[in-house]
């Protein structure tokens, strides 16, 4: 998650739980980042002119002023991927059209430039059966979406490790697993790595310029679907 979805992510923690606070170790949990970021983001929305203040003591913590703030009316371009998997496994239930309707309201509302940017990361995404139900850590979740060069400790079914600079280009649901699918440097050609397998991530400065084409992936073609937002 880049700085400025934490940002906006905080105020709405915070709006969640009012009047009851969270405190800086919590919120660090929650955000997978150190307890000085927390601090230093905090301070930055406070100086934005954010009423958010700290309450001291054991039970204390960073509490916002609900009625002096407003919750985001638009959804981002990842928040909108997200919606769209989660609807997907609704497939063949009473309520998959309901649901797939207010997700084509939303994103007819979102700003253009974050419609198409939603759009083409969920071109990103594909799907086999329902997609898993498993997590995937933040540090690969963002992968795509921040598109830059990782540098990965990876652990194959030996539980052997080794350490890859890869190229994110997309996501793969198996109906057991998530998949990282990326271009990989050291074996010079395009791998899918199982995200439960991912040791540590480091992100590189160096962009990725890449694209995943359907026909790059080695899978029967009937049995993937892409992921779309329509």
């Known amino acids: 998650m880049n700085r400025t979805d934490r940002l906006y992510a905080l105020v709405e923690e915070l709006r969640a739980v009012a009047p009851r606070p969270r405190s800086a170790s919590w919120l660090a949990r929650r955000f997978e980042v150190s307890v000085r970021t927390i601090e230093r983001d905090i301070a930055a929305l406070q100086g934005a002119g954010v009423p958010i203040?700290?309450?001291?003591?054991?039970?204390?913590?960073?509490?916002?002023?609900?009625a002096r703030t407003l919750p985001p009316v638009n959804?981002?371009?990842?928040?909108?991927?997200?919606?769209?998997?989660?609807?997907?496994?609704?497939?063949g239930t009473p309520f998959a059209p309901a649901a797939g309707a207010a997700l084509r309201k939303l994103v007819a509302v979102m700003p253009a430039t974050d419609a198409a940017e939603a759009h083409r990361l969920?071109?990103?995404?594909?799907?086999?059966?329902?997609?898993p139900a498993t997590s995937v850590p933040a540090s690969v979740a963002d992968a795509v979406t921040a598109r830059?060069?990782?540098?990965?400790?990876?652990a194959d079914r030996a539980g052997a490790d080794s350490m890859r600079d890869v190229e994110p280009l997309g996501y793969l649901g198996s109906p057991r697993h998530w998949y990282l699918v990326a271009w990989c440097r050291l074996r010079d050609g395009l791998r899918c790595f199982r995200t439960d397998r991912i040791v540590s991530v480091h992100p590189l400065a160096e962009p990725v310029t890449r694209e995943l084409h359907p026909g790059d992936l080695d899978i029967p073609h009937e049995r993937v679907r892409p992921l779309s937002l329509v």
């Open 53 to 66: 203040w700290a309450e001291s003591g054991r039970t204390g913590g960073y509490v916002v002023d609900r």
């Open 122 to 131: 969920a071109g990103r995404v594909h799907l086999i059966g329902d997609g």
């Open 75 to 91: 959804l981002t371009p990842g928040e909108a991927v997200a919606m769209a998997v989660a609807l997907h496994r609704l497939a």
């Open 148 to 154: 830059r060069v990782l540098r990965l400790r990876y």
